[in-house]
């Protein structure tokens, strides 16, 4: 079964190759017009899933916020949901662009091209809007993918697919293009195609990613904690700072980048802590302090919302409104402490130091090195990538907040215009050698 | 001791991100310098390999072809390693390379900007001057290394490890940057350090690459089989036919980019065919023709080197003088063989027709699509990349001939110069929004 869903994926993906680029427009057009018929069906789905999940929540199995991310009947959700087909659609085709163009020799062009990754694997839970947004991202990009959402979504999900399959077969993209399967055991049993299947994006937390590395050969992206950062250099500015700390801790604590450590200068303990600590502790945040900076408080109205940290602290995602705070002895061990501690998300510093700045850029193996700016800014519509498919803190492929071209990859086309082609002896072994001279990169070949 | 080497690896990589780039190349320099120096110590070393290697390969245990790899006092062989360094300082400096950079809002400004993946762990097999030739690359693109070489070469491994070790501490680069490890237990060890290590190179065949992947959770780049395809379509031009498709089969059999299996459209088979088939004969290839194909060949001098095909055949790498042949009914068809038997690597289609070269360039899910092109050229120096890694047919990070640009990855830098930072807040929830303008590419902004 898992099998067969792959080889569909698979030769769907490959016979959509063959249609043009502009057919997936006029696909995502469809589904939006199906789905803007079909929205009395999918809300009916919809309410049984929150039927289904009211008596979990109530008996506390399920929290009240998953609830409210389950419900397409929120006021404007739905139509949000068909607005987000019509973005997909008006942004620029990540596929096609040529990234690399040279002449071998005379009559012999090589284009790096880009292009689908392929198949996609994409795991997520909970909101069932995530099957429209990943098939509209999956369909501009080119690739076809397998969706599994949340248990508690099921029926919601299986409807949205239905429509989109439906709406997929009225276009020259094949109907499993898009597809989805609703059980554990399935995924297990794709994370073994691997001949088939290209990437496997997990959108959730790190045990969810951590469980399908150690489960399959096929690439992984996806982001583990946020374990985020904010560092007060010697000469941070005390507006900025209060600022920063602030906002990095409390505008969406359950965020992957708020903020959950803060490093303090150690010439800043008597003077620039207890203020930043006061402004934490007056909007409801509790410190985990070590000895140096726990002791800058007695005294404060911060003291009372301040204990010792444990090591455990620095390695700890709170999600909610506690922070861990520690002294440093500068740019140099604070980054020492975030590439040993952190999830390699986002981190800030403070400063108004060209060289601490210089090293913060450098040093800091985070995919987002923040200067003076809140590591709220960490997220793909912040960034204007148009959209994001997620955020990766893997080394390869993509990293960061990942928008469409995280989706695609390259091959390279090369075309011989010689009147008998070209074998490599015409350039090596006596041959004429290379000209290797840069080319228009204007227009893919084909 | 696995941990201990790649805890190593992962501070040496970390304290090489704060020296500025231009100390990799004085780095390469003064390994140039220790290697032209202890040239007889490391031919010393090299011998007792080749001693070692001798009897195993009169009892047959080594292929002859093994011994000449493994010899580095070969007339030429230890100046082109040394050359190589050079070549590698040479190179553009894949690192600090603006890739997007916008505006947010002002005073707010974004920079994605090519940094190293972090460490890598390489593992190769019998020639020695390969732990030379990642070392310069893995520094030349700022990446920590942890080499494993074949057990063949341990004692000339061993000696060039611990002279770039000792080159590398007169530098501002760490002594442990590059490490060498000689056995199989501590690959294994070594696998289990995704903690530490980012990227693991295997660079040997299929089965090395798999059983890697098997267990390991880091990110794997490498390449599988070399099952290549040169297809005739209907318009094929003869003379192009000839020289493409003898190429491709005989130039090199062993290399991964070598042809084996050859496609003819079905309108050649009484045509074109025989007259290739019998180009391929007369240089020694043994064709495993289809039924169509070997009926053509009746009375021709072909004939004679010329057996009914198996399904097998179509997902053999020969790496010698056979080919496959196959019949299809055109370049859709060609194009779906290929897709499902051969390794995605590199494919040619010999034609005329725009139309055809347009559906094998789209179509095709190869690394290297190739038009009336021999398929040896796929090979990083004939692209012009300067040098290569390795040949890649995974679909995501880099694909066919990867050079420098597939060691690295990127990292977002964001700063404000606002009088008072930036938080989200000056943006959204009635904020002033984002301008996403923009800007200028020409410099990283550290």
């Known amino acids: ?258 903020a959950e450590t803060l490093l303090v200068h150690e010439s800043l303990v008597s003077t620039l802590w207890p203020k930043v600590a006061n402004a934490l502790v007056a909007v409801g945040v509790s410190l985990r302090a070590d000895a140096a900076t726990l002791a800058a408080l007695a005294g404060t109205p911060a003291a009372a919302n301040a204990t010792a940290s444990t090591e455990e602290d620095y390695y700890t995602e709170f999600l909610g409104p506690i922070i861990a705070v520690k002294v440093v002895s500068g740019v140099n061990e604070a980054i020492e402490h975030i590439n040993l501690h952190s999830s390699h998300h986002t981190d800030s510093i403070v400063t108004e130091d060209e060289a601490s700045m210089s090293a913060w850029a450098r040093g800091l193996d985070s995919a987002n090195c923040f200067i003076n700016a809140s590591t709220r800014f960490a997220d793909g519509t912040r960034y204007g990538l148009g959209t994001e498919v997620g955020i990766s803190t893997g080394k390869t492929h993509a990293r960061g907040p990942v928008g469409l071209d995280g989706l695609v990859i390259y091959k390279y086309v090369l075309r011989s215009t010689k009147d008998d082609g070209s074998v490599i002896a015409d350039h090596e072994k006596g041959g004429k050698g290379y000209t290797h001279t840069d080319i228009s990169r204007e227009q893919a070949p084909f």
């Not at 293009?177 to 073994?192: D, G, K, N, P, W």
């Not at 985020?228 to 920063?244: M, N, Q």
Request: glycine share 6%; hydrophobic share 45%.
């Open 1 to 258: 079964m898992a099998e067969q869903i792959a080889i569909a994926a698979r030769r769907a993906f490959e016979a959509s190759q063959l249609v043009a680029a502009s057919e997936r427009d006029v696909a995502l057009a469809s589904i939006r017009e199906a789905l803007t018929t079909a929205r009395d069906e999918v809300l009916a789905a919809n309410a049984k899933d929150m039927e289904a999940a009211k008596p979990l929540v109530e008996a506390g199995k399920l929290s009240a916020s998953l609830l409210s991310r389950l419900d397409l009947g929120r006021p404007g959700k739905y139509d949000a949901m068909l607005q987000g087909i019509t973005d997909v659609a008006a942004l620029p085709l990540p596929t096609g662009v040529v990234t690399f163009a040279k002449e071998l020799g005379p009559g012999l062009e090589l284009h790096r091209v880009t292009c689908p990754v392929g198949v996609l694997l994409v795991i997520f839970e909970a909101r069932p809007e995530v099957v429209v947004n990943i098939a509209a991202l999956a369909i501009k990009s080119g690739n076809a993918a397998i969706l599994k959402g949340g248990k508690e979504s099921v029926n919601s999900t299986t409807v949205l697919s239905r429509i989109i399959a439906e709406a997929l077969a009225k276009t020259s993209i094949p109907s499993t293009f898009v597809q989805s399967v609703s059980t554990r055991s399935e995924i297990s049993a794709l994370l073994a195609q691997d001949k088939y299947i290209d990437l496997v994006m997990p959108r959730g937390g790190n045990e969810l990613v951590t469980s399908i590395k150690n489960q399959t050969k096929i690439a992984v992206m996806g982001h583990a904690d946020g374990i985020c950062a904010v560092y007060l250099d010697k000469t941070a500015d005390e507006h900025k700072a209060i600022r920063v700390a602030v906002e990095s801790k409390i505008d969406y604590m359950a965020a992957c980048n708020a």
